[in-house]
Each structure stands twice: as structure tokens, then as C-alpha cells.
């Protein structure tokens, strides 16, 4: 956006200075003074005032004096006139102040009263889904070093995709976490090298996971499995009974919300269980 901003100046009172003769012409009594108002403008409106000059002319000559240049007859003389008949600014030189300020009272007037409708409306209350905070607990829990103890899948998971994944990732540094909702079973894996695998090939991990869960699962406990791989920085690749993000660059890690449940309230108040054990 192009400001168009500067200074302009304007004559506010013309007087004459008496008692006074020209340096020049040496006529008597000729000098008019006018006095000029010097604003600052934002797209020529007024904005503030700055400062007054004052030019004499020698109505006999024509010589003009700027301010500088002025006798100190005619300075005495142009203090007497201003005691007498100031050079007062109009008030139109710094209308553009008075316009700001009451514009700003307004705005703010306005944002006081949509901040007030707001608080005092609880339907515009903005409701943090709580199955996001478990699901990001859930991704902090991701290790490498497993116990059987507390997570039987994730060491049995971790067998089958050493011996499963050929491409050259280093598998000690993958790290593990699965957790059981009922029938529902949420794998989560963070594989820091994940760079080394071509994007359009990364998809082929989701696979191998899928597999081995259901070789680990003969009794067919887990109807619904959801899995989701995370590189060095974001999740890369998500995979859930009704939808999937297999780009292999960015995947909304979201999709596996409904691991959880459906309704986000009534789960927030639910702790979920630990994964189950498989011996």
C-alpha cells in the first residue's frame, strides 16, 4: 500500500508592521508580514501542526524578508502586533488527530463490546478436543528401550519388523509404543531415519506393521488397528480402519483420534487402559 505523506503550509494572518523602514528601498511603514502554519499531512489530510514562519514584504520594493533577515525593527515590531492581533492557527490544522482518535475509540469501543458478547455467550466457547492431549502423551511414550513387563506387543512387534524391514534402516533405533482400547489396538512408531527410504516406498512400512500384528494377533482380539509413523521431526505416514495418510512427507497425526472414541467429552473423563500382553 502506497502512503502518500509530508508537510504543507498554509497562510493563517497577514499584518502590517509599523514603524519600520525598508532596508532596501528605505520607504516607511511598507512592510506587510504574513504569517504562514506548517502541518503535517497523511494523504493531505491535517494531521498535527508543526511550526509558523513569518515572510515580510515591502509593498513600495517588492524585496521580500524571510524571518532570518528581518531588522531588529522589524522583529520589535512584529512582537508588538502579535501581543496585539496574534497569528492564531485554525483549528482545521490538526483536525486529523481529533478524526484518529475518535476512529480508535471506536474500533476499541467495538472490540470491548464483541469481547464482552463473546465471554457472556458459552455456545462461542472454543472446546479443546481432549483426545488430542492423549494422543500426544501417547507419541512422548515412544522408546527403544522395551519391557515385557509393560509392553509385551511392542518387543513381540519389534521382532517381526527387524527381520521383516530390508531397507537398510537402522531398526535398534526405532522407537515403540502400542496401546489397547478394547478391541482396538494403536501402534505407534518413531523412525528417525526414515529419510534413507524414498517417499513413495515408506508406505510399504504401514504394510509390514499390519502384518506382523496379524501374525501376533491369532486369537483375533483387535478388530480395528491404527498405526502411525513418525520421522526425525513430524509423522509421516497414518493408517486407520477407515482412512489413511501414506504420502510418506506429512501426515495429520489426528486421523488417529477416533482410537479413542467418537465422543471426545465422555472420553476425556475415561482412562484408557494399557496395551494387553501377549505372552
Keep these: 500500500m502506497i502512503f502518500f505523506f509530508g508537510t504543507r503550509s498554509s497562510k493563517i494572518k497577514e499584518r502590517r508592521l509599523k514603524r519600520t523602514t525598508c532596508s532596501y528601498c528605505q520607504s516607511q511603514d511598507s512592510f506587510t508580514v504574513n504569517t504562514y502554519g506548517t502541518y503535517f499531512h497523511l494523504f493531505w489530510i491535517p494531521l498535527f501542526p508543526l511550526f509558523k514562519k513569518h515572510i515580510a514584504e515591502c509593498n513600495h520594493c517588492k524585496k521580500s524578508f524571510s524571518f532570518a533577515e528581518f531588522t531588529p525593527q522589524m522583529l520589535k515590531s512584529l ?39 463473546r465471554s457472556g455467550d458459552s455456545s462461542n466457547v472454543i472446546k479443546v478436543d481432549p483426545r ?36 537398510g534402516l537402522e531398526t535398534e533405533n526405532i522407537s515403540y509404543f502400542t496401546r489397547q482400547n478394547e478391541d482396538k489396538l494403536l501402534v505407534l512408531l518413531k523412525i528417525k531415519d526414515i529419510k534413507k527410504v524414498k517417499a513413495e516406498f515408506r508406505k510399504d512400512i504401514l504394510d509390514i ?52 472414541g467418537n465422543d471426545s467429552l465422555k472420553q476425556s473423563k475415561t482412562k484408557q487402559p494399557d496395551t494387553l500382553k501377549i505372552e
Design 79 to 117: 512582537e508588538v502586533e502579535n501581543n496585539i492581533n496574534p497569528a492564531k492557527r485554525p483549528i482545521w490544522q490538526g483536525c486529523g488527530c481529533l478524526i484518529l482518535t475518535v476512529f480508535f475509540l471506536i474500533v476499541f469501543s467495538i472490540s470491548l463490546y464483541g469481547v464482552y458478547t
Design 132 to 167: 488430542k492431549e492423549l494422543l500426544d502423551a501417547d507419541f512422548k511414550k515412544m522408546t527403544q528401550l522395551l519391557q515385557r513387563g509393560k509392553d509385551s506387543i511392542s518387543i513381540s512387534l519389534k521382532t517381526c519388523v527387524d527381520y521383516n524391514i530390508v531397507s
Design 209 to 260: 506393521v499390519e502384518d506382523c500384528i496379524f501374525q501376533l494377533d491369532k486369537n483375533k482380539i483387535f478388530n480395528e488397528l491404527y498405526i502411525g509413523v513418525e520421522g526425525k521431526w513430524n509423522t509421516v505416514l497414518i493408517r486407520t480402519p477407515t482412512q489413511e495418510d501414506i504420502s510418506g512427507r506429512f501426515a495429520d497425526k489426528y486421523k488417529l483420534l477416533s482410537f479413542y
